[in-house]
């Protein structure tokens, strides 16, 4: 009996209605899943070239991203469903989640208020921009870098040394941050420099500025009444001395926090040849 009743049972699942039934649900799912898969290509190159045109343009792009962002999630979220919709017993779960109970009832289930909390945090960052993509920012300690992504859960950041600090929004909403570029991405940086007391201070300080301005990446950030009474463009002063050394100071601007730290490096390497070469 048990025999015979398991045939029945295997007559019906594999009977040709049945098996034209699931080949045709497996052919939606993979129809939806390579539909799916063209969208989140396209959103991604059309957001590329959109984002690219208003790096070109100088134009801030924080808005973009996380625009981004949401839509290739929600392209996602979208595209699951739909091929839950296509299993026999999940079109009510997938009908559910898609008019927001499902969604309401994940939020109450383990995590759920910090997750919440990224994503709210994430669109007050982008409303009221406390940093931009782009922006330099220092959190404190070694998290600084330049910010590359804003997401709905996560920020992420470029240090020097090109690592990715991925840092929760809720986290980022709740610190202080020191953003260098806020308000202008021009910096200045102080370059020091020690001489010993028998050098000729005027010639080092000659030199010190000749070097500074044969360097590329050296902006003029002097206004127009600066230059008319002929400041110079690289200041050099003496700031300090004690028994060993007298204390030289160079103030030098560059377009961003990052040119500003190559320059200083190269100003300090070409002083010290030029130095050597002229015993100072």
Known sequence: MEIEESIAFFERFFS???LEELFSMGVRIVLIYILLVAFVFLERRLFKRM????????IDKTNLVFLKNVVIYTTYAVGILSM??????MQQL???MLTGAGILAAAVGFGSQQAISNIVSGIFMVMFKPFRVGDHINLGGENNGVVVDISMRHTTIRNAANQMIIIPNSVLNNQSIVNSSIVTSATCV???INIAHGSDINRAMDIIQDEAL????LTDHRTK????NNVPQVVVRMIDWDKATVNLRAWVWAANNNNAFVLKCDLLKSVKERFDKEGI
């Open 16 to 18: 040709y209605e049945r």
């Open 51 to 58: 984002i690219a045109r208003r790096e070109n343009r100088s």
């Open 84 to 89: 839950l919709n296509q299993i026999p017993g």
């Open 94 to 96: 997938s009908k559910t």
């Open 190 to 192: 102080f370059v020091n």
């Open 214 to 217: 044969k360097h590329p990446l």
């Open 225 to 228: 009444a600066e230059k008319k």
